[in-house]
C-alpha cells in the first residue's frame, strides 16, 4: 500500500449548470433539487461523499442556485413547527441534511466547463487530494464505489477516474479513457483520454462518469487548459494532460447500479427504481405498477 496517499476529507460538487435538458421547470429550480422519491438528487450525493468519510464539502453553484443552500441548512420555524406537534420522523428528516456534513458555497461566475468549475474550488480545497462528485450520477449505496477508488489510490497512487462499459454508439456522449491492465483486479491504467469523441473515433467503450478522486496538481494543470470540446475548459482535458506528462492516472471500472438524473427518461427510470426498494413505498407501489402495466398492455391489444 503507498502510505503517502492520505485519507481524503474534500469533496467538491460542481452544481452550477443550468440544466436545459428539464426545461421549463429548471427556469427557476435548480436541476439538482428534483426530488428523487422524496429526497432532492443533490442529497444522495452529499449522503455518498459523508459515506466515503468525506465530512467538508464544496458546491460550486451559480445564478438561481440558492435553494441548494436553503435546503442545507437549518429552518428554525419548520422545525419548531414539526417539534410541537411531535412529529419526531419529519422531523428527524428535515434535520438529517442540515448535519450530514461541513457544506461551503463558491459561485462560478462564468459558464466555462467542468475543468472551470473544479478550478473554482482551488482556494478551498488548497493541497490537499480531494474527491469531485458530479451531482447528475448517483451511485447506490450498496455499490460503495469511492471506497473502490480510494483503495485503488492507496495502492496505485495518482488520481483516480470511475469508468463504466457502455454501448459502443453511446460512447461519443461521454469522455472516454483507453486503458491497460494495473496490478490488482479493481484497478487499471489509463493511457488516453478523448472527451466526447467523434462517433466511430473512440479508444474503448469505457466512458468516465462522475466520480473522481484528484491530486491537487490537477489546479496547475487546469489553469494552463485552454477551452475544448464545447468551448469550455475539460476536466478530460487536463487529465490528459497528466497522463502524456508520465503522471499517475487510474480508472476503477464500475458495474453497479448507476441512476442518471440529468437525462429525463433515466430520472424516472431512478425514481420508479428507488421507490420500489423502499419499505413504506415499494410494496403498495410495486403492485400498483404491475397493475398499470397488465391494464396498459390489455389496451394496446
Request: aromatic share 4%; hydrophobic share 40%.
Amino acid at each position: 500500500m503507498n502510505s503517502t496517499s492520505p485519507q481524503i476529507t474534500k469533496a467538491v460538487i460542481p452544481a452550477a449548470g443550468l440544466g436545459t435538458r428539464f426545461l421549463p421547470l429548471t427556469k427557476a429550480t435548480p436541476k439538482e433539487m428534483l426530488p428523487v422519491v422524496d429526497k432532492p438528487a443533490i442529497q444522495y450525493v452529499v449522503e455518498e461523499a459523508v459515506a466515503a468519510g468525506m465530512s467538508d464539502i464544496l458546491m460550486v453553484t451559480g445564478r438561481n442556485k440558492r435553494p441548494l443552500e436553503d435546503h442545507f441548512d437549518r429552518n428554525y420555524e419548520l422545525e419548531e413547527a414539526l417539534q410541537r406537534r411531535g412529529d419526531q420522523d419529519k422531523l428527524n428528516s428535515v434535520c438529517a441534511s442540515t448535519e450530514l456534513a461541513d457544506i461551503h458555497y463558491v459561485r462560478q461566475r462564468d459558464p466555462k466547463g467542468l475543468g472551470h468549475a473544479v478550478l473554482c474550488a482551488a482556494p478551498h480545497v488548497g493541497q490537499e487530494p480531494f474527491a469531485v462528485l458530479l451531482a447528475d450520477d448517483l451511485i447506490d449505496p450498496r455499490d460503495p464505489l469511492l471506497a473502490r477508488m480510494a483503495e485503488v489510490r492507496a495502492r496505485l497512487g495518482g488520481s483516480v477516474v470511475a469508468l463504466m462499459e457502455v454501448d459502443p454508439d453511446a460512447i461519443h456522449q461521454y469522455g472516454c479513457a483507453a486503458v491497460e491492465q494495473s496490478a490488482g483486479e479493481d484497478g487499471v491504467r489509463i493511457t488516453e483520454l478523448v472527451e466526447k469523441p467523434e462517433p466511430g473515433t473512440a479508444p474503448s467503450n469505457l466512458a468516465i462518469i462522475g466520480r473522481y478522486l484528484l491530486d491537487p496538481e490537477i489546479f496547475e494543470v487546469l489553469r494552463g487548459t485552454s477551452p475544448g470540446r464545447g468551448g469550455e475548459i475539460q476536466l478530460t482535458d487536463a487529465l490528459r494532460t497528466l497522463v502524456r506528462a508520465g503522471r499517475p492516472v487510474h480508472g476503477v471500472v464500475f458495474s453497479g447500479r448507476r441512476y442518471d438524473t440529468g437525462d429525463r427518461a433515466e430520472y424516472l427510470r431512478a425514481t420508479v427504481r428507488l421507490a420500489c426498494e423502499r419499505a413504506d413505498l415499494g410494496p403498495e407501489f410495486l403492485a400498483w405498477l404491475r397493475e398499470f402495466v397488465r391494464s396498459e398492455q390489455l389496451t394496446a391489444v
